[in-house]
C-alpha cells in the first residue's frame, strides 16, 4: 500500500487560509488521494478526495501536484470548529480492496 | 439519514471477559468496515463486508476477533478473552458501492478499557 506524510502538527489563526500539505510520492495511477479529518472524541468524517484534477466541495478545496506525488488540503477560512486531525490517504482503486490505509496525521490547532 | 450508530459508546472489562459490539450503519449502504484507534494513531483497518459476505481481514484480527454481518444490515464485533492490549477506540464505517466514490461515514465508535 502507498505511503502518505504529513507535518505531525499545523497551526492558524481563525479565518486565514490554511494549507496543509501531503506527500506521496509512491502513488499508482489508480489510486484516489482522499483526506479526512478527526474532531477530538468523534469518528473520523469525510472531507474531499480527487485523482488528478483540483476539487472543490463545501468544506474544502484540494490541489493536486502535476505528477501526482503530492496534494494541499486548503481550507479557505479556518474556524475554530475546523481543529481537529487531518488524514491523507490513498485509496487503490482495483479489485476488492476498499479499506482505507490511515497515517498519523496533521493535528490542526485554529487560534481565535 | 441517520448516520452509522454504535452501541455502547463505552465498554469497561475485565481482562479474559468476552466483549461484543454492534454496528448499525447507513440504512441504504451494502458494504461496512471495522477499524481500531489507538491514542495518538490513525485508524487500522481490521474487516470489511459487502452485504452479508466478510470479503477481507486484516492480520491484526487475531482468532480471538471474529466479525458478523448475518442480514447484510447490522454488524457485530466480538473479542474472546480480552487482554489489555485490546484497549482502543472501534470505529465502524458504511459506504455504498455506487457512484464509485466509496466515501465512507463513520460513527463515534466504542472505547473499550480492559482492566
Known amino acids: 500500500d502507498a505511503k502518505t506524510t504529513q507535518p505531525n502538527s499545523m497551526e492558524s489563526n481563525e479565518e486565514e487560509p490554511v494549507h496543509l500539505p501531503c506527500n506521496h510520492s509512491?502513488?499508482?495511477?489508480?489510486?484516489?488521494i482522499h483526506w479526512y479529518r478527526q474532531l477530538p472524541s468523534q469518528g473520523p468524517e469525510y472531507v474531499i478526495h480527487g485523482l488528478t484534477s483540483n476539487v472543490n466541495n463545501r468544506m474544502a478545496s484540494l490541489a493536486i501536484a502535476e505528477d501526482r506525488k503530492s496534494s494541499t488540503l486548503i481550507l479557505h477560512r479556518a474556524t475554530l470548529r475546523d481543529a481537529a486531525v487531518y488524514y491523507c490517504i490513498l485509496r487503490h482503486n482495483a479489485g476488492n480492496n476498499r479499506k482505507l490505509i490511515w497515517g498519523l496525521g496533521t493535528s490542526l490547532a485554529v487560534n481565535p | 439519514d441517520t448516520g452509522v450508530s454504535q452501541d455502547p459508546r463505552h465498554k469497561i472489562t475485565k481482562r479474559g471477559q468476552n466483549v461484543t459490539f454492534r454496528c448499525d450503519p447507513i440504512s441504504e449502504h451494502n458494504r461496512l468496515y471495522w477499524y481500531r484507534q489507538t491514542l495518538g494513531q490513525g485508524p487500522e483497518f481490521l474487516t470489511y463486508f459487502q452485504n452479508e459476505a466478510q470479503l477481507e481481514k486484516s492480520r491484526l484480527l487475531s482468532d480471538r476477533f471474529s466479525a458478523e454481518r448475518p442480514k447484510g444490515s447490522f454488524s457485530t464485533l466480538e473479542i474472546q478473552r480480552t487482554e489489555q492490549g485490546d484497549s482502543a477506540m472501534y470505529l465502524c464505517?458504511?459506504?455504498?458501492?455506487?457512484?464509485?466514490?466509496?466515501?465512507?461515514?463513520f460513527g463515534a465508535g466504542t472505547r473499550l478499557s480492559v482492566l
Open positions: 509512491t502513488i499508482s495511477g489508480t489510486d484516489y
Open positions: 464505517a458504511s459506504s455504498s458501492s455506487g457512484g464509485g466514490k466509496n466515501i465512507q461515514y
